[in-house]
């Protein structure tokens, strides 16, 4: 692949072309979720500058860290103040969002113990509410992939800090509900005796009952009334098998970075012309909910279409109506901090 990146720029270059250069930010780049995302990023083919930012002063270690990986992508590293990687008096924040085609936020605090996701509400939603704010001043135009959790709530809070500063666009506003899709890609294959490729349509959100995975829309699946329970509640709560398992170490990063990732490869390519199908938390009409996470056609603007997720099960049916009132509530949560 590096050969044929090389060879294509070369044959470009002949022809007095310039191709536009990918720049992905990583913010919250020195945390669990933030280093790998960071390292699968330098590693990508379809991203020529990663930009790391965080408050934390290992910051500009993990980025001269990153930089030692053998690949095209360029490293920089990026405090609020005085410390960048390299050694630098930029801006901050400011540095490393401009010209960002693709900004992911996976900043924040992790779960612990006993704590949901809406535990981290009031920590997580005022450093997305800050970081989104400087997004707005400072990179406009870029898609927004936010992890933080919870995405219910925080994407709602991004879109009203948007709004106030006149650059909100639907179509570049993202909830990152991947990880949702790779846990019942992975569970349904284990379960089924099959490699995990099989894209299992996940819709909702990205907390507890309001997950909810289509496995009846899945072909050649045949499911008993016990596998589809115990499925779709693992699926659900695949976040706490990984916050007890670590005994109070953290929460899922690493699935969670791979899944940020194939996220933010997907949103690229689709900026750069191809047709990207994939599930994702955004702005749309399909339900009651005002975000939602469903399948999305991502194209050159983002966000290119909001597609139907089709026909729910009954089982699927009974679970959509237990979901919604609590979506909905999450969201008027985040709408009601950004306005307060």
């Known amino acids: 692949m590096l050969a044929l990146r090389s060879a294509s720029r070369s044959t470009a270059s002949r022809v007095g072309l310039r191709l536009k250069s990918t720049k992905v930010a990583v913010l919250g780049a020195s945390g669990g979720i933030g280093q790998p995302l960071a390292l699968l990023c330098k590693l990508s083919e379809n991203i020529d500058e990663v930009a790391c930012y965080d408050v934390a002063p290992v910051l500009p270690g993990v980025a001269a860290d990153l930089s030692h990986c053998p690949t095209g992508a360029k490293i920089t590293g990026h405090l609020p ?16 969002v401009s010209g960002a085609d693709v900004i992911v936020i996976p900043a924040g605090v992790p779960r612990k113990p006993g704590m949901t996701r809406d535990d981290l509400f009031n920590t997580n939603a005022g450093i997305v509410k800050t970081l989104v704010e400087g997004c707005g001043k400072f990179a406009p135009d870029a898609v927004l992939a936010i992890i933080s959790n ?17 650059v909100y666009n639907k179509n570049k506003l993202c ?46 699946t045949t499911l008993s009334a016990a596998d589809r329970d115990a499925l779709t509640h693992r699926i659900q709560f695949g976040g706490d098998e990984v916050v007890k398992a670590k005994a109070g170490g953290g929460s899922a990063t690493l699935s969670m970075a791979y899944a940020g990732y194939l996220f933010t490869e997907g949103v690229i390519k689709g900026l ?68 307060q």
């Open 175 to 220: 909830g990152v509900t991947t990880l949702d899709v790779c846990r019942a890609n992975t569970f349904l294959a284990a379960n089924q005796g099959k490699h995990p490729k099989e894209i299992v349509t996940v819709i909702g959100g990205h907390a507890g009952i309001t997950i909810l995975p289509l496995l009846s829309q899945v072909p050649g």
């Open 272 to 339: 750069k012309g191809e047709s990207v199908t994939q599930c994702a938390y955004v702005e749309s009409s399909l339900t009651e909910a005002r975000f939602f996470a469903s399948p999305c056609k991502f194209g050159k603007g983002g966000v290119e279409e909001v597609l139907p997720f089709g026909e729910l099960s009954a089982y699927e049916k009974g679970w959509f109506d237990k979901m919604l009132p609590e979506l909905k509530a999450q969201i008027k949560k985040g709408e009601d901090f950004a306005n």
């Open 81 to 96: 103040s005085s410390g960048a990687w390299p050694p630098t008096h930029d801006k901050g924040l400011e540095a490393a």
């Open 150 to 166: 919870p995405v219910n709530s925080t994407v709602p809070i991004a879109a009203e800090v948007l709004k106030k500063l006149g």
